[in-house]
C-alpha cells in the first residue's frame, strides 16, 4: 500500500519537474535532509551533554541530605551552609505550586 504511493509521487514529480530536473530536486530533497539529519543530531549530543553534567545518579543516594542537595544542584541552588529544612523550603518554591486534583477541590 506504501509503495503504491511511493510511485505516484515519482510519476506526479517526473510530469510537473520532467526528466530534466528531477536530478537536481532529487539533490536539493536530499540537502536538506542531511542538514535537517545534522541539526536533530547536535541538539540530542547537547541534550545529552546536558543532562550527563547536571545529574551523576550513577550511584544510589544513601541519605536525604544527598537527595536534596542533587535536587538543589540541578536547580542551581547553594546548597552550602543551609539546613535541610531550608533546602527543602528553596527547591519547593523554586519549582512552584504543587498541582492538585480537580476531584480534591470538589465539595
Not at 526528466?19 to 545534522?38: D, M, W
Amino acid at each position: 500500500m506504501g509503495s503504491e504511493w511511493i510511485i505516484i509521487i515519482f510519476v506526479a514529480l517526473v510530469l510537473i519537474l520532467g526528466t530534466n530536473q528531477l536530478p537536481s530536486a532529487a539533490r536539493k530533497l536530499g540537502k536538506a535532509v542531511n542538514e535537517f539529519n545534522r541539526a536533530k543530531n547536535e541538539v540530542q549530543s547537547q541534550m545529552k551533554n546536558v543532562s550527563d553534567s547536571n545529574l551523576d545518579t550513577s550511584e544510589p543516594m544513601e541519605t536525604e541530605r544527598q537527595k536534596l542537595e542533587m535536587i538543589a544542584k540541578s536547580l542551581g541552588i547553594n546548597s552550602k551552609e543551609k539546613s535541610d529544612d531550608e533546602l527543602r523550603k528553596i527547591i519547593s518554591d523554586k519549582m512552584g505550586p504543587k498541582k492538585t486534583d480537580s476531584s480534591e477541590n470538589k465539595i
